[in-house]
């Protein structure tokens, strides 16, 4: 292969309008607001973020299922944000997507052999009948549910294993790129833990790469090789998994750290990097640096100048006037 | 340190056509005053059917409280009629719910629905109320609180109606304060925030708390002393910091074991197997031996009682065999 990324982001951006009244100015959401990353083939790029922050619709963005209004979406070397509908179906192929809610995104009309075998009938038409259910109780299986249940519905399975069902539907065609939102959110902790499991299995046999997008700093940390913070539709930091929790460099990613609550720790009187306020809101964001009204660092030049992206090192890249040049003695 | 409530022997049940499913299935614990404790425990362990047996709001659900007693400063609410029971609520024990919008009326401004607690509860006329309603959501960290009292709940964020509800349940400065995962709904940022704040009420005025939550971070920052439930019972109780450094239950292991940590690097996560029992299948014997990884011949045939080991209680036949041992050694 001639590049070494599966998925390259090029400035990505989609706003959405809102409806106002008549004569009133037209507002926009500002969802993605310019974001670029890379994945690699094989790895899990992690994506992190307060609800609001445009990490689904980023998700979303790159499965096609929204349209982008500016930006490259180039994957497998191909450009694909501006294909047909037709020309998507052969690209979801290799893109499939397993959702948050296993009680929504699971049809209660279709017992578990037909979800699966659907996927099948569309893109495998080559597969006799028997072959695809040779397939789909194979997977099944690497997925944890008895194949004694094909022709069970939706509804009497628990949580976890209707969670299992939709990985499975997302790996029937053997794809190359998983887009996982927030796949845990809706489990108990110990069936999270069972999902995560898995999902790092499945990965290791079928050589996927994930784009894995969690509120979860701790789930995200977990499971992926890289990560990238969101704030507002930007993304403030890209960075390995190991120099994320060891050496985060943007204030917001500190606080985000020092938010989660770890078991264990006594709580101590002194606080940490702690954010006051609320998030603004993604139809009026704060000019300049997006953070700059909640965060302990801000300068001047933060109100008005938008951070660009600054690649520290080959580990990290961050969106912040604190490692300006001349700025780095300030930030230690 | 006087015992604010004392629930003993709890048990609700979810009445369908043919018979009755127990929710919670005979529960005992205390609450000093001052005290913040915690129950934690995974979907359907029952942590919120006990806390609307306290409440008695269960008269809108199929549930009712089959026996036990709640014990508040010495009266029992399981035996008081909806009418006294109705000044209780709000005066004397307050909840908060995890979605602030169930507690919040969408169509009455902030203001009205902050002073119609005051005037139940209180001897204040409307001045005085209106007064009193402002000070209070100024204490709990609202800015601009004047001009809140005339909005609307949808005009605020997440987090801020997270605090006009913590406001309008302490505004009549009750004793004991309910908190059924207030903070779930919020992001990590916020819930820190709001966190700190129902510690620093609790520090103020002296309320004791329960604290409702499946996130055991949670519970290691904010609680006292927890009670960790599964399928309907307590399982373990114990001081915050004892439960977490030598937990004893193989289901309280699991679960802290199961969780993510941050920085730690680890490889795969350990998970406790199968799923939590269903409620009209429940195992014989320990609810939780189909999934335990120290299952005994007995586990399944005798239901555990709490056996004490190093200053925590906890129902598993492990610990019965540890004091086996050592009476068999002295």
Redesign the interface.
Known sequence: MSNEYLLEIKELKKHFPIKEGFMKEKKVVKAVDSISFNIKQGETFGLVGESGCGKSTTGRLINGLIDADSGEIIFNNHQIDSLSTKQWRKVRKEMQMVFQDPYASLSPRMTVKEILMEPLNIHFKNLNEKEKEERVELLLKKCGINPYHLNKYAHEFSGGQRQRIGIARALILQPQLIIADEPVSALDVSIQSQILNLMKDLQEEFNLTYLFVSHDLSVIEFISDRIGVMYLGDIVEISSKEKIFNDPKHPYTKALLSAIPQIGETSGEEEEVSLQGDIPSASNPPSGCKFHTRCPFAMEQCKTIIPRQRILNDEQTVACHLYEEGMINNAT | MAKLLEVNNLQTGFKNSNDTLKVVRGIDFHLEEGEILGIVG??GSGKSVTALSIMRLLHDTPGEILSGEVNYKGTDLTKLTEKQMRKYRGKEVSMIFQEPMTTLNPVLKIGRQMKEVILLHTELNRKQAHQHAVETLESVGIPRAKDIMNEYPHQL?G??RQRVVIAMQISCNPSLLIADEPTTAL???????I?KLLKDIQKKTGMGIIFIT?????V???CDRVNVMYAGEIVESAET?DL??HPKHPYTK???E??????H??E??????G??PNLNDMPKGCTFSPRCNFVMDRCHAEHPDFYETDNISCRCFLYDQIAEERMSHV
């Open positions: 995974e979907s964020s987090g801020m992001d990590v940022t916020i819930q820190k925030q966190l499946h996130d055991l971070g949670v290691s920052k904010i910091r977490f450094n699991g679960l802290i199961s969780i993510p940590k941050l920085g690097n680890q795969r996560l350990s998970s406790i197997p799923t939590v």
